[in-house]
């Protein structure tokens, strides 16, 4: 049975961190892009960062370059989100997606993702 499980949310102050983890059970992350996804009031889900399949290639949100960093621990077939000095507009809850498709990059786009997780929430407030 194909499942993806977030974990790592929470209430943090601005300024704070935390770091995310989407475990995969039933599919080998290492073999398909893998994207984190946000949703909050008044969007639709925007792309917070992804990593291509079997690779290192990145991508982030604008918002989100320096303060954010994705990886994989193929062992633990487990991709992470490190996110530093958190704003208040980074509030919302945090999915993530397997894109079964792409091979050579990953997309920021929730519509080419094929498998979410349940979310995790993230609050940044004072």
């Known amino acids: 049975q194909l499942q993806l499980v977030e974990s790592g949310g929470g209430l943090v102050q601005p300024g704070g961190s935390l770091k995310l983890s989407c475990a995969a059970s039933g599919l080998a992350l290492d073999s398909y892009a893998i994207g984190w996804f946000r949703h909050a009031p008044g969007n639709d889900g925007e792309g917070v960062s992804c990593?291509?399949?079997?690779?290192?290639?990145?991508a982030y949100r604008n918002s989100m370059k320096g303060r954010a960093t994705i990886s994989r621990d193929s062992g633990k077939n487990t991709v992470y989100l490190q996110m530093n000095n958190l704003k208040p507009e980074d509030t919302g809850v945090y999915y993530c997606a397997v894109d079964f498709g792409t091979q050579t990059m990953c997309s920021l786009t929730p519509l080419g993702y094929h498998f979410w997780g349940q979310g995790t929430q993230v609050t940044v407030s004072a």
């Open positions: 990593i291509r399949a079997s690779g290192t290639g990145t």
